[in-house]
Nanobody
Framework: QVQLVESGGGLVQPGGSLRLSCVAS????????MGWYRQAPGKERELVAQ???????NYADSVKDRFTISRDNARKTVYLQMNSLKPEDTAVYYC???????????????WGQGTQVTVSS
């Protein structure tokens, strides 16, 4: 049974920081690319940050130099450290696991239920 459980969201003032966590179970964590996506009201879901199974990192331009994604394979956890938060960062943040080993059937994706991040004065 695959589960991705996010935590760490909340209300923060502009310029503040939050640290999101996502604990995975039911997958071979180390072979999965892990990512954080977000969706704001009326907007499409967008990739915020990704860390591959090889530990390379990619960020959306809007969060580069402010957010840091990391993973702890022993704890089966991926983190998103968010600094210098802006009101436009307000969204539901979703944890994603992507197993890309399936040559004939494509990538297998798993999703958490999301955690709300609100940046407001």
């Amino acid at each position: 049974q695959v589960q991705l459980v996010e935590s760490g969201g909340g209300l923060v003032q502009p310029g503040g920081s939050l640290r999101l966590s996502c604990v995975a179970s039911g997958i071979i964590f180390s072979v999965n690319d892990m990512g954080w996506y977000r969706q704001a009201p009326g907007k499409e879901r967008e990739l915020v940050a990704q860390i591959t199974s090889g530990a390379s990192r990619n960020y959306a331009d809007s969060v580069k130099d402010r957010f840091t994604i990391s993973r702890d394979n022993a704890r089966k956890t991926v983190y998103l450290q968010m600094n210098s938060l802006k009101p436009e960062d307000t969204a539901v943040y979703y944890c994603n696991a992507a197993d890309r080993r399936y040559i004939f059937t494509g990538t297998r994706n798993y999703w958490g239920q999301g955690t709300q991040v609100t940046v407001s004065s």
